[in-house]
């Protein structure tokens, strides 16, 4: 999330102005470095065990809330185990765990092609203990999510694999001045397997249709209290608390940092729908919204914890493509979360794309995505892989 100087001007107003050479130092040196820190380090001569350097880049997978629900047991030679970490789970915004299930292909699927490029073949066995369907009302439970044997010799790269570093979630305005071709959507696409059915339009009238979807489901998140509050309770506000907490969503720079700094921007101001910072957080994103110049999907045919992991890898390999074609792409998923308010944007986002006469089956939307052009960003806070290995 970020603000323009714009904003920052008209929400401060005349309160208070950061100038001088003491702004400037203060601007310079909000990165938050440490938080920052394991983009750099992946892959690097300081892990020796080829796991360990295969796990240093699958920690910068794309995972809901930047939550990083990741932790892997070792103990085994030649071997990794993954596990869910039960306390970095969403329950109000994602009840039944999907979209951390999610997270946990992209994990899986960035580990298998960090450990290809060096000619590791990474045997990925899901839920070796058991789906998690079948128990405790189908959560996800202590139980493993997968096991993987790392065999020598007999994997080739992955031509994606290239763009790890580059890829970013790019959730900001769009150039709504250039367009996004029939051309480069059929490029995008062809990266997925069979296991899931990718979708995607540039059509402007559905362009616009869902553009308006999007914005509603948003909506619904920030005006129910309790999904607002997840979200809220997950904000890192300034570079300590970044550096400090390297998850959650990073609410940084000099302009969110000098709004905190003067009282403009706290966590009860954000949970006021009355307030200045609430009433800017929806226009924000109500801009951001509006700037989609397509969009992209995933569909699966069940509902299970297996195509929800299977989900997670191509959406990975979609992101991955998106990247290398200079494309912007934003996960959306707020209207496809399952709590009762949510439940009629869900079903309308369903019959938008087509999944609605498919339901009975158990088919349903994983994944979906805004597309566009826009700026380079920084890539997101990760905790070092030496804090997810137990």
């Given at each position: 999330?970020s603000?323009?100087r714009?904003?920052f001007i008209r929400?401060?107003g005349?309160?208070?102005?950061?100038?001088?050479?003491s702004?400037?130092g203060?601007a310079?040196t909000r990165t938050?470095?440490e938080a920052?820190?394991?983009?750099?380090?992946?892959g690097?001569?300081?892990y020796?065990d080829?796991?360990?350097?295969?796990?240093?880049y699958a920690i910068?997978a794309?995972?809901?809330h930047?939550?990083q629900?990741w932790m892997?047991?070792?103990?085994?030679p030649?071997?990794?185990?993954?596990?869910c970490?039960?306390?970095?789970?969403l329950?109000?915004?994602d009840?039944?765990n999907r979209?951390?299930?999610?997270g946990?292909?992209?994990?899986?699927?960035?580990?298998?092609m960090?450990a290809?490029e060096?000619g590791?073949?990474?045997d990925i066995?899901?839920?070796?203990e058991g789906?998690?369907?079948a128990?405790?009302?189908?959560?996800?439970d202590?139980r493993?999510?997968?096991h993987i044997r790392?065999?020598?010799?007999e994997a080739?790269p992955?031509?994606l694999?290239?763009h790890?570093l580059a890829?970013r979630?790019l959730?900001v305005?769009?150039?709504?001045?250039?367009s996004?071709s029939?051309?480069?959507?059929?490029?995008?696409?062809t990266?997925?397997d069979?296991t899931?059915?990718?979708?995607?339009?540039n059509?402007?009238v559905?362009?616009?249709r869902l553009?308006?979807?999007?914005?509603?489901?948003?909506?619904?998140e920030?005006?129910?209290?309790r999904?607002m509050q997840?979200?809220i309770?997950?904000?890192r506000i300034?570079?300590?608390e970044?550096?400090a907490n390297p998850?959650?969503?990073?609410l940084?720079?000099?302009?969110?940092?000098g709004l905190a700094?003067l009282?403009?921007?706290?966590?009860?101001?954000?949970?006021?729908?009355n307030?200045a910072?609430f009433k800017q957080?929806?226009?924000?994103?109500k801009?951001?919204?509006?700037?989609?110049?397509g969009?992209?999907?995933?569909?699966t045919?069940?509902?299970?914890?297996?195509?929800?992991?299977?989900?997670?890898?191509?959406?990975?390999?979609l992101?991955?493509?998106a990247?290398s074609l200079g494309?912007g792409?934003?996960?959306?998923s707020?209207?496809?979360?399952e709590?009762?308010?949510?439940a009629?944007?869900?079903?309308?986002?369903?019959?938008?794309?087509?999944?609605?006469?498919k339901a009975?089956?158990?088919?349903r939307?994983q994944?979906f995505g805004?597309?566009?052009?826009g700026p380079?960003?920084?890539?997101?806070p990760r905790?070092r892989?030496e804090t997810?290995?137990?």
């Amino acid at each position: 999330m970020s603000t323009t100087r714009r904003g920052f001007i008209r929400i401060v107003g005349g309160s208070a102005v950061v100038v001088g050479a003491s702004g400037y130092g203060f601007a310079a040196t909000r990165t938050p470095t440490e938080a920052l820190a394991p983009w750099k380090l992946a892959g690097g001569v300081g892990y020796s065990d080829p796991r360990m350097r295969a796990l240093s880049y699958a920690i910068l997978a794309p995972n809901p809330h930047n939550r990083q629900p990741w932790m892997v047991d070792l103990d085994t030679p030649g071997e990794a185990t993954l596990y869910c970490d039960l306390e970095r789970l969403l329950p109000e915004t994602d009840p039944p765990n999907r979209q951390i299930t999610i997270g946990l292909g992209c994990f899986l699927e960035l580990l298998r092609m960090a450990a290809a490029e060096e000619g590791f073949f990474a045997d990925i066995t899901p839920f070796p203990e058991g789906m998690p369907e079948a128990f405790d009302g189908g959560n996800l439970d202590a139980r493993p999510v997968a096991h993987i044997r790392f065999v020598a010799g007999e994997a080739a790269p992955d031509l994606l694999f290239k763009h790890v570093l580059a890829r970013r979630s790019l959730k900001v305005p769009y150039d709504t001045a250039r367009s996004v071709s029939n051309a480069v959507l059929a490029d995008l696409v062809t990266v997925t397997d069979d296991t899931v059915r990718v979708g995607s339009t540039n059509d402007p009238v559905r362009v616009e249709r869902l553009r308006d979807l999007t914005w509603r489901g948003h909506h619904m998140e920030s005006i129910t209290p309790r999904t607002m509050q997840e979200s809220i309770d997950l904000m890192r506000i300034g570079k300590a608390e970044i550096n400090a907490n390297p998850d959650g969503i990073a609410l940084g720079g000099f302009f969110l940092e000098g709004l905190a700094l003067l009282g403009q921007l706290t966590r009860e101001q954000m949970a006021d729908p009355n307030s200045a910072a609430f009433k800017q957080g929806l226009d924000m994103f109500k801009a951001i919204m509006a700037s989609a110049m397509g969009y992209v999907w995933l569909e699966t045919g069940a509902n299970t914890r297996l195509d929800q992991l299977r989900a997670g890898a191509n959406w990975l390999r979609l992101n991955l493509k998106a990247t290398s074609l200079g494309l912007g792409i934003h996960p959306l998923s707020q209207a496809l979360q399952e709590y009762p308010e949510m439940a009629a944007l869900f079903a309308e986002l369903h019959g938008e794309l087509g999944v609605t006469d498919k339901a009975a089956s158990g088919a349903r939307v994983q994944m979906f995505g805004r597309l566009g052009y826009g700026p380079e960003i920084a890539g997101t806070p990760r905790w070092r892989i030496e804090t997810r290995v137990r």
